[in-house]
């Protein structure tokens, strides 16, 4: 499956950025889906990833009631829905793909497929 992450960009903090990722190639649905972010100097970092069907989420501690993942089947497509965005959001994101044989990954190794990543900047 190929990705295509978009809907970075500039934003203050406080405010509120929603990622997409389409995905080609394969149905959607036959994959988990994740999100990993990646600060200059930084490790990629665990933000957000879910079930094949939904029904399932984990978020990384620096995000959670912050960040919302979320998915469309149909539209093969998943969402990162960011608010209150803080400056140390910024980091390039990246969504990713998994096989659905296992329910979710939290590690970047859990992920067969990765998006282009999308620049994202929050200021002060």
């Known amino acids: 499956v190929q990705l295509q992450a978009s809907g970075g960009g500039l934003v203050q903090a406080g405010g509120s950025l929603r990622l997409s990722c389409a995905a080609s190639?394969?149905?959607?649905?036959?994959?988990?889906m994740g999100w990993f972010r990646q600060a200059p100097g930084k490790e990629r970092e665990f933000v957000a990833t879910?079930?094949?069907?939904?029904?399932?989420?984990y978020y990384g501690d620096s995000v959670k009631g912050r960040f919302t993942i979320s998915r469309d089947n149909a539209k093969n497509t998943a969402y990162l829905e960011m608010n209150n965005l803080k400056p140390e959001d910024t980091a390039v994101y990246y969504c990713?793909?998994?096989?659905?044989?296992?329910?979710?990954?939290?590690?970047?190794?859990?992920?067969?497929?990765w998006g282009q990543g999308t620049q994202v900047t929050v200021s002060s």
């Open positions: 990713a793909a998994g096989r659905a044989i296992t329910s979710t990954s939290t590690t970047p190794r859990g992920y067969s497929s």
């Open positions: 879910i079930r094949w069907s939904g029904g399932t989420t």
């Open positions: 190639g394969a149905p959607l649905s036959s994959y988990f």
